[in-house]
């Protein structure tokens, strides 16, 4: 099916592109075209800022620069080096799938679609990012800002939160994609929904391919693309303490493998009534394992709130130091604060953390 008409396609490309050559931003994944770092790059923009990614993707460069280097890695130092980043799971699929590259293709990306789609974590749009960046294969990529530059060049209103909506612009993408320079045309489609064609206020009488959009032309832009609102977030309300032993040790565990944050450590905590008033006798009612090695505990002044896309946690904190004879439960450490900065911790332990600190040098 035709989605593209109307349009001077040779024309589209040319401006687009030559627009993309002036003025791509000094990227350190634009350095080369090694599909290693193109395939890095990409699993860390998912559903995360480019000025967030820069200082993440350098240092787990330098970590693990290769491959066989990400490949041979403990786990626990690449969840280090991913540690505020969000999203683990990409992070843990991207190691599986390098070790499969390193196994079955001898540390080559694969440079076909039915191979590197086989990969764990790597759905349509990362195989057509690094196909067409990295090898030049005219390959869509289709992410949010491509369908919604092309739902205002091309007039589609299709509902872009539907999954189904994707083949339609990767249908349209086949149909505009310059197969001279898929590279360049694919990241200019990105970089212009990053720079101009944004969500709102589109700088329309900027963009460098308004003669070729429907929507400029008829006054549309801001009303596309069309996107049916997200599931209202679901609000958790948890307790978790920070306990220590007479050492000063700090008592963290490790969660499940699967799930949110899998392999990640904590504080211990655990889910509470919204109701939930926090003294000591309701403590116990809702508490087990390692809180009931500390007789006494209090309360921090503050509660933490940590908002997921999906999930907003609302945090009461609390502290204690544990008394002997106490036992350690399943995946449970206790650590100095030295080592502490060794294990991996979800952004939400990490302001627990801090605002255990701030709360012990209150006088």
């Known amino acids: 099916m035709e989605i593209v008409e109307d349009i001077d396609i040779k024309a589209f490309q040319k401006d687009l592109i030559d627009w993309f050559s002036r003025e791509q931003r000094d990227l350190p994944w634009r350095k080369d075209q090694d599909p290693y770092k193109v395939w890095v790059s990409e699993v860390m923009l998912q559903q995360t800022k480019v000025d967030t990614v820069i200082p993440y993707f350098t240092r787990f460069l330098e970590q693990f620069p290769s491959i066989d280097a990400l490949a041979g890695a403990d786990e626990e130092k690449v969840l280090k080096a991913w540690e505020g980043l969000g999203y683990y799971s990409r992070v843990r699929n991207l190691q599986a799938a390098v070790r499969e590259v390193k196994e079955r293709y001898g540390g080559k990306v694969p440079d076909t679609p039915e191979a590197i789609s086989t990969l764990k974590g790597v759905g349509p749009y990362t195989a057509g990012a690094v196909l067409s960046i990295a090898y030049g294969k005219p390959e869509p990529a289709v992410d949010g800002n491509v369908m919604r530059v092309l739902s205002r060049i091309l007039l589609i209103y299709e509902d872009i939160a539907k999954p189904s909506a994707r083949k339609t612009f990767e249908r349209a993408v086949r149909q505009l994609i310059d197969h001279g320079n898929p590279s360049y045309f694919n990241q200019a489609l990105m970089e212009l929904g990053a720079l101009i064609c944004t969500p709102t ?10 003669s070729h959009c429907e929507a400029y032309e008829q006054g549309a832009a801001q009303e596309l693309p069309v996107k049916s609102k997200k599931k209202k977030q679901k609000t958790v309300e948890l307790a978790a303490a920070l306990l220590h032993d007479e050492e000063g040790r700090l008592l963290i565990r490790k969660r499940p493998a699967t799930g949110l944050l899998g392999n990640l450590w904590e504080f ?21 394992g390692e809180y009931k090695s500390a007789p006494t505990l209090s309360r921090l002044p503050e509660d933490i709130q ?7 946690w609302n945090i009461r904190v609390f502290a204690g130091c544990l008394v002997e004879p106490f036992e350690l439960g399943d995946n449970c450490k206790l650590v100095s604060r030295a080592q502490l900065a060794e294990y991996a911790m979800p952004v939400s332990h990490q302001k627990i953390l801090k605002l255990y600190d701030e709360w012990r040098k209150t006088p």
Request: aromatic fraction near 8%.
């Open 201 to 210: 206020s589109p700088s329309c009488l900027l963009c460098p391919v308004n």
């Open 268 to 288: 211990p905590n655990t889910e509470v009534s919204a109701s939930y008033p926090g003294e000591r006798g309701q403590l116990q009612d809702y508490l087990g």
């Open 306 to 312: 940590h908002v997921f896309t999906h999930l907003i």
